[in-house]
Structures are given as structure tokens and as C-alpha cells.
């Protein structure tokens, strides 16, 4: 993706789903940061995640666990 930004892996060590806890997955093509358990996927917005429920995306039917995780 033309002007991807990347996010620092010390950071996404320590993120977790402000709802649930659970680690979260980064998916850097779509850039966002995956909640399996809360199925939400939180943006990243000129480099800075947004860990808001209320600006998440909810993951649709089959979604979840449906790419790879990324490696960091």
C-alpha cells in the first residue's frame, strides 16, 4: 500500500484491546490492529493507532483468524 506508515514493534508488543485485553494483530496491508476475542479491528491513522471501540470497525462472519498474523 502506496504510503503505508509503520508502527513502531515496541508499541505493538505492549497494545492490547482496550475492551478485552486480548493481544491484538497487526494487519499492515489494511492498517489495523485486529481484536480476534472483541472481533473489532481498530484503525491506524497516520501512524497512530486508534484504540477507541466507538471508531473500530466490527470484523465480519469469517474475517477473524482469516489472514495471517504479521510478524513484527
Known amino acids: 500500500m502506496e504510503g503505508t506508515q509503520e508502527i513502531d514493534p515496541r ?4 497494545l492490547v484491546c482496550p475492551l478485552t485485553k486480548a493481544p491484538l494483530r497487526y494487519d499492515r496491508e ?6 480476534e476475542e472483541a472481533g ?5 491513522r497516520d501512524g497512530i493507532p486508534i484504540m477507541l471501540v466507538d471508531e473500530a470497525r466490527r470484523l465480519r462472519d469469517g474475517e477473524q483468524s482469516a489472514k495471517p498474523a504479521t510478524q513484527t
Open 11 to 14: 508499541l505493538l508488543e505492549i
Open 30 to 35: 489494511a492498517q489495523e490492529l485486529i481484536s
Open 40 to 44: 473489532l479491528a481498530y484503525p491506524i
